[in-house]
């Protein structure tokens, strides 16, 4: 007991370092938030506002409204695209078993190692073609695509793991496989449709590459490229960048507090078999 109590000690310290480390950049971009123009250069940086103003998050208010409430309805249409396309494959793959099911598993996994700048200029190409390029549809599709495949096993590791048991009650009380789906599977599938959700909608909200290949010329543009119209070579709104990225990184962390039990039990689903 004697040996093992330093031990703890050191690995506690240890990680509150590593802790520090990791939120130092989320400290500095509040600390700069509050700083004034003219304090940005100071030497040495204050570390912390001393004489703070405000108008870093007035700019918020005034210009980037538009922007947050674009992000949300990209961020909700990808969470309800994905999870229609994603939950109805995981429950083939897992329960149904189609031929060809481990090689569309595959498939998915490599879809997943695509690079997105690849896959935003095939649908430029697609968008221009099709004149949907500049919309919010065009946009929600595009980040679908990134969230589809990780959904997909996401799904298919969850549902593996439901009683066969349970399905075959369903079907004895005259149920089909659509109702068995509706009504059985997926509610028991919670905590994966929550990490589902959650993923795709941390993913199309922060996503900037789509979002100036696709909808860069439109009307209606995410927070991303909110914050890129900030900066430029003249441009010293820095306190104006950091309040937005602040007050855009506080959906983001609601989300993560209030799913993370879901989200540990749904990415953990299907590692370990009985």
């Known amino acids: 007991m004697t040996t093992s109590r330093p031990r703890a000690w050191w690995k506690t310290g240890v990680g ?7 939120l130092f950049p989320v400290y500095w971009m ?50 309800a695209l994905t999870v229609a396309l994603a939950a109805p494959a995981g429950y083939a793959l897992a329960k149904l078993r189609p031929p060809g099911g481990r090689a569309l598993s595959f498939v998915l996994l490599i879809a ?10 095939g649908f430029y190409a697609s968008y221009l073609t099709l004149g949907i390029l500049n919309t919010l549809p065009g946009l929600i599709l595009a980040d679908s695509t990134l969230a589809v495949p990780f959904a997909v096993l996401i799904f298919t590791a969850f549902m593996y793991g439901i009683p066969d048991e349970l399905l075959q009650a ?12 509706w009504s059985v599977v997926l509610p028991v599938s919670r905590n994966s449709v929550v990490t ?50 602040v007050v855009a990184s506080i959906p983001a962390a609601i989300l993560l507090i209030l799913a993370q039990r879901y989200v540990s039990m749904g990415v953990t689903a299907g590692a370990v078999k009985d």
Do not use: C, K
Request: net charge negative; glycine share 10%.
């Open 112 to 121: 997943q190692m695509i690079p997105g700048i690849i896959m935003a200029m």
């Open 196 to 245: 589902v959700s959650l993923f795709a909608f941390l993913w199309s909200w922060s996503d900037f590459i789509f979002a100036s290949t696709l909808v860069g010329g439109g009307d209606h543009q995410p927070i991303t490229l909110g914050i890129y119209h900030y900066i430029g070579n003249n441009n010293q709104q820095w306190n104006a960048i950091m309040a937005t990225a």
């Open 170 to 181: 369903a079907v004895i009380d005259g149920a089909g496989r659509l109702r068995t789906f």
């Open 30 to 79: 509040v600390n700069v938030s509050f700083t004034r123009d003219r304090d940005l250069r100071a030497t040495p940086p204050h570390l912390l506002p001393t004489d703070g103003t405000w108008d870093g998050y007035r700019a918020v208010i005034d210009q980037q409204l538009p922007y947050l409430g674009t992000s949300f309805v990209v961020g909700l249409g990808t969470v």
């Open 16 to 22: 509150l370092v590593l802790t520090g480390l990791m």
